[in-house]
């Protein structure tokens, strides 16, 4: 019993251990060298909230997905932290402050 729960043991925490290794992304670096923090580990509402807190970067953010949707980005790019970050990052306007939490009925 007591080596049956240890080899389930080991196996959970192998395959918790591997996380799926994503290529270097520019537009990821460019976040994180501005203070958001790993954004890999960012929920997509953090992502949205942040963008839109630090407009400069959410223009640059969104001329550097242009590029990269423009290149064909694997099937899978979406699912990447950089592809979430540009499909929040399109959700925002350059301009208007995201509003949250104060609306008014």
């Excluded at 591997?18 to 460019?30: D, G, N, T, Y």
């Excluded at 994180?32 to 997509?44: F, K």
């Excluded at 400069?56 to 790019?77: D, F, Q, T």
Aim: proline share 6%; glycine share 6%.
């Amino acid at each position: 019993m007591k080596r049956t729960w240890l080899a389930a043991l080991i196996l959970v925490l192998v395959f918790v251990g591997c996380k799926k290794a994503e290529p270097p992304s520019p537009i990821v670096k460019m976040m994180e060298d501005a203070g958001s923090g790993e954004v890999s580990n960012t929920s997509d509402e953090g992502i949205t909230r942040w963008l839109d807190q630090h407009k400069a970067v959410l223009i640059e953010v969104k001329k550097k997905c242009i590029e990269v949707r423009a290149s064909n980005p694997p099937v899978n790019w979406r699912d990447t932290t950089e592809g979430r970050v540009c499909a929040n990052a399109y959700l925002l306007d350059t301009g208007t402050p995201l509003k949250t939490g104060d609306k008014k009925y």
